[in-house]
C-alpha cells in the first residue's frame, strides 16, 4: 500500500472515508496544520484531554499537524466574522446555538461526515438537525449538546419549606421570595451572553405561550402572551433574584454559586463539575462539601407547558480553508466512538452527545446527581420555534433581541412598549 501513488489511492478507494477504514495516516505532507479554534470550556478536564491526549493522537494518526486555539465562547462569533471576511482564519470553528446559518454561504459541506456519523452513532437528534443543516446541506457536524438545567441548594430550599424544586413558575417566584428575604437569591444571566440567558429566557417566553413567529414565519412577539411572560418576569426579578443578573455573563452565575451567594441557577453541570473537582475548596456554611446540597431540576412550567432551549455546539469549516481535506479527516477521526468517547467521558455529563446511541451509556450510572442531563439532547426547541430554525432566528439570537426585550422590561420600561420594540426589531429580520 505503501508504494501506491497517493491520488490513485484515493481514488481507487473512495477518499477520505476509505483512509479512515484503513487505520493508516494518509499521506499528507509533513506542514498540512489544521487551525482548531474552540471556546475555553467549562470543564478544563476536557481542554486538557484534547491538547495533551487527543490532539496528539490525532497527529500521530493523520500526519497532520493541530495548531489548538481557545477563547472566551462569546469571541467565537466575531472571529468567524472576521474570518470570512479577510478570507483566511482557522481550518475548524466552533459556533454555538443555530450561528451556522449565518455563514452557510461561507462553509463547506459536511455531509459525508455526518452521514458516516448517524450511521454508526443514531440518526442525529432534532436540535443537531435544525442547527446544522438547511435544505438537506449539512453545514456543521454536530458537536455536542450542554443541557440547561437549574443547579439548586437542596438545604436552602428545605429552610424554606421546598422539599422538592417547584414544578411552575408562579411556585418558583413564590420560593425563591423566602430565599431572597434569607439572602439566598436566585442568580440568572438577563444580558447579551451566549448560553444561559437564551436558555432560560427563549423558554420562559414559550412557556407562557409567546414566540418571535408563528409557524408561517409571521412576527407574532407584540403579544398578549408575551406581555405575561413579561410581567411574570420583573415581579419574579425583584422578589426572587439576584438584581445584578443584568450584567452577568455565563461565568458570573458560576462563580456565585460556587461562593454561596445564590441558591439556584440555570446552568450546564460545570458548577457540580467543579464542586466534585475541589471538594475541599467548596463547602457549605455548615462545612460540608459543597457537592452534596447540590441537585439538578428542569426549568419550571408555565400557562402554556413546559419548555427547553439547551445550547449546542457544532464545528463548521469555512471555505477559505487551504485545509479542508485534512479538517475533514480530523473532524471524522474525532467523531470516531472509540475517540470521541474519551472526550464524552471527561465531562461527567456536562456535554452529551447529539445521537440516541450515547444514552445507554455506563458513565450515566455513575452519579444520579447527573441523570437529569442524559436527554438533554432530545428536549430541546430550537431558537426561532415556531418557525424555522434558519439565519433569521439566527440573527435574531445573535442580535440578542429577546433577551433585550426582557432585559428591558426589567430595567423599567413597560411590557408593552418592550414588546412593540421587540416587534419593531424583529420586522426589520423577518420582513
Given at each position: 500500500?505503501?508504494?501506491?501513488?497517493?491520488?490513485?489511492?484515493?481514488?481507487?478507494?473512495?477518499?477520505?472515508?476509505?483512509?479512515?477504514?484503513?487505520?493508516?495516516?494518509?499521506?499528507?505532507?509533513?506542514?498540512?496544520?489544521?487551525?482548531?479554534?474552540?471556546?475555553?470550556?467549562?470543564?478544563?478536564?476536557?481542554?486538557?484531554?484534547?491538547?495533551?491526549?487527543?490532539?496528539?493522537?490525532?497527529?500521530?494518526?493523520?500526519?497532520?499537524?493541530?495548531?489548538?486555539?481557545?477563547?472566551?465562547?462569546?469571541?467565537?462569533?466575531?472571529?468567524?466574522?472576521?474570518a470570512i471576511q479577510s478570507g483566511a482564519g482557522p481550518d475548524i470553528i466552533m459556533l454555538s446555538n443555530n450561528h451556522p446559518h449565518l455563514y452557510k454561504a461561507s462553509l463547506v459541506d459536511v455531509g459525508d461526515i455526518c452521514d458516516g456519523i448517524a450511521k454508526d452513532q443514531g440518526a442525529?437528534?432534532?436540535?443537531?438537525?435544525?442547527?446544522?443543516?438547511?435544505?438537506?446541506?449539512?453545514?456543521?457536524?454536530?458537536?455536542?449538546?450542554?443541557?440547561?438545567?437549574?443547579?439548586?441548594?437542596?438545604?436552602?430550599?428545605?429552610?424554606?419549606?421546598?422539599?422538592?424544586?417547584?414544578?411552575?413558575?408562579?411556585?418558583?417566584?413564590?420560593?425563591?421570595?423566602?430565599?431572597?428575604?434569607?439572602?439566598?437569591?436566585?442568580?440568572?444571566?438577563?444580558?447579551?451572553?451566549?448560553?444561559?440567558?437564551?436558555?432560560?429566557?427563549?423558554?420562559?417566553?414559550?412557556?407562557?405561550?409567546?414566540?418571535?413567529?408563528?409557524?408561517?414565519?409571521?412576527?407574532?412577539?407584540?403579544?398578549?402572551?408575551?406581555?405575561?411572560?413579561?410581567?411574570?418576569?420583573?415581579?419574579?426579578?425583584?422578589?426572587?433574584?439576584?438584581?445584578?443578573?443584568?450584567?452577568?455573563?455565563?461565568?458570573?452565575?458560576?462563580?456565585?454559586?460556587?461562593?454561596?451567594?445564590?441558591?439556584?441557577?440555570?446552568?450546564?453541570?460545570?458548577?457540580?463539575?467543579?464542586?466534585?473537582?475541589?471538594?475541599?475548596?467548596?463547602?457549605?456554611?455548615?462545612?460540608?462539601?459543597?457537592?452534596?446540597?447540590?441537585?439538578?431540576?428542569?426549568?419550571?412550567?408555565?400557562?402554556?407547558?413546559?419548555?427547553?432551549?439547551?445550547?449546542?455546539?457544532?464545528?463548521?469549516?469555512?471555505?477559505?480553508?487551504?485545509?479542508?481535506?485534512?479538517?475533514?479527516?480530523?473532524?471524522?477521526?474525532?467523531?470516531?466512538?472509540?475517540?470521541?468517547?474519551?472526550?464524552?467521558?471527561?465531562?461527567?455529563?456536562f456535554n452529551t452527545p447529539p445521537n440516541p446511541m450515547w444514552e445507554t451509556h455506563r458513565m450515566w450510572e455513575e452519579d444520579p446527581v447527573m441523570l437529569p442531563y442524559k436527554s438533554a439532547g432530545k428536549t430541546s426547541k430550537l431558537p426561532g420555534f415556531k418557525g424555522e430554525p434558519n439565519?433569521?432566528?439566527?440573527?435574531?439570537?445573535?442580535?440578542?433581541?429577546?433577551?433585550?426585550?426582557?432585559?428591558?422590561?426589567?430595567?423599567?420600561?413597560?411590557?408593552?412598549?418592550?414588546?412593540?420594540?421587540?416587534?419593531?426589531?424583529?420586522?426589520?429580520?423577518?420582513?
Amino acid at each position: 500500500m505503501s508504494k501506491i501513488h497517493r491520488r490513485k489511492f484515493l481514488k481507487t478507494t473512495g477518499g477520505m472515508a476509505a483512509i479512515l477504514a484503513t487505520g493508516k495516516a494518509p499521506a499528507f505532507a509533513q506542514a498540512s496544520t489544521v487551525h482548531w479554534l474552540r471556546w475555553n470550556d467549562f470543564v478544563p478536564a476536557a481542554d486538557a484531554l484534547l491538547k495533551d491526549t487527543l490532539i496528539p493522537e490525532a497527529e500521530k494518526a493523520l500526519g497532520i499537524k493541530v495548531n489548538f486555539e481557545r477563547v472566551n465562547a462569546n469571541d467565537l462569533q466575531p472571529r468567524i466574522t472576521s474570518a470570512i471576511q479577510s478570507g483566511a482564519g482557522p481550518d475548524i470553528i466552533m459556533l454555538s446555538n443555530n450561528h451556522p446559518h449565518l455563514y452557510k454561504a461561507s462553509l463547506v459541506d459536511v455531509g459525508d461526515i455526518c452521514d458516516g456519523i448517524a450511521k454508526d452513532q443514531g440518526a442525529f437528534f432534532d436540535i443537531a438537525k435544525g442547527n446544522s443543516s438547511t435544505k438537506g446541506k449539512w453545514i456543521s457536524v454536530p458537536s455536542n449538546v450542554v443541557g440547561g438545567l437549574i443547579a439548586w441548594r437542596k438545604s436552602w430550599f428545605a429552610e424554606v419549606g421546598a422539599t422538592e424544586f417547584p414544578k411552575t413558575w408562579d411556585e418558583y417566584r413564590t420560593v425563591g421570595k423566602k430565599l431572597k428575604d434569607k439572602g439566598h437569591p436566585i442568580g440568572q444571566a438577563v444580558s447579551q451572553s451566549f448560553g444561559d440567558p437564551p436558555s432560560f429566557i427563549y423558554p420562559l417566553l414559550w412557556s407562557y405561550g409567546g414566540a418571535e413567529v408563528d409557524d408561517a414565519g409571521k412576527v407574532t412577539i407584540n403579544s398578549k402572551e408575551t406581555i405575561e411572560a413579561l410581567k411574570f418576569m420583573n415581579a419574579f426579578w425583584k422578589d426572587a433574584c439576584d438584581e445584578g443578573g443584568l450584567a452577568w455573563d455565563d461565568s458570573s452565575n458560576n462563580r456565585a454559586f460556587l461562593a454561596g451567594t445564590i441558591s439556584a441557577t440555570l446552568n450546564g453541570a460545570s458548577i457540580y463539575i467543579e464542586s466534585l473537582r475541589k471538594p475541599e475548596q467548596y463547602k457549605t456554611e455548615t462545612g460540608q462539601p459543597l457537592k452534596t446540597d447540590i441537585l439538578h431540576a428542569p426549568l419550571p412550567s408555565g400557562p402554556n407547558g413546559h419548555f427547553n432551549s439547551h445550547l449546542y455546539h457544532s464545528h463548521v469549516i469555512p471555505s477559505y480553508s487551504k485545509n479542508q481535506t485534512q479538517a475533514k479527516a480530523f473532524l471524522k477521526w474525532f467523531h470516531t466512538p472509540a475517540n470521541y468517547e474519551k472526550w464524552f467521558i471527561t465531562f461527567k455529563g456536562f456535554n452529551t452527545p447529539p445521537n440516541p446511541m450515547w444514552e445507554t451509556h455506563r458513565m450515566w450510572e455513575e452519579d444520579p446527581v447527573m441523570l437529569p442531563y442524559k436527554s438533554a439532547g432530545k428536549t430541546s426547541k430550537l431558537p426561532g420555534f415556531k418557525g424555522e430554525p434558519n439565519e433569521k432566528a439566527a440573527e435574531v439570537l445573535s442580535k440578542y433581541t429577546i433577551i433585550n426585550m426582557f432585559a428591558a422590561s426589567i430595567k423599567g420600561q413597560s411590557p408593552e412598549a418592550a414588546a412593540k420594540a421587540a416587534e419593531d426589531e424583529l420586522k426589520k429580520i423577518y420582513i
